[in-house]
């Protein structure tokens, strides 16, 4: 009935909301993956466009990278933006 990506956001999601966090606050992480999202396509889609399939395939390798670089980037601001509850 449900798709694996449907499945894969549906268990973070319920863990948030057995902690507290309401569902219309899980909108701010949505919002902010679609906005992710569409800066790499736009990084992307002069690649994609190309009939090349030599082109695509390095589109689709330089996407991967940037979806990379993007979580990491996400875990060390929130890491920055928490550390003084952390601290001792």
């Known amino acids: ?3 694996d990506d449907a499945v894969e956001i549906a268990k ?5 909301l057995r902690a ?5 606050h899980l909108r ?3 919002t902010s993956a679609e906005r992710e999202a569409s800066l790499y ?3 992307i889609t002069p690649r994609v466009r190309h009939r090349n399939p ?3 395939a390095q589109a689709l390798a330089q996407l991967r990278q ?3 670089l993007g979580a990491k ?3 060390a601001l929130t890491k920055q933006a928490l550390a003084p509850h952390f601290k001792a």
Do not use: H, N, V
């Open 54 to 56: 030599e082109s695509r």
């Open 1 to 3: 009935m449900y798709d």
């Open 66 to 68: 940037l979806d990379s």
């Open 73 to 75: 980037l996400r875990t």
């Open 12 to 16: 973070p999601a319920c863990a948030f």
């Open 20 to 24: 507290g966090i309401d569902a219309r």
């Open 41 to 43: 396509e736009q990084i």
């Open 28 to 30: 701010t992480f949505r």
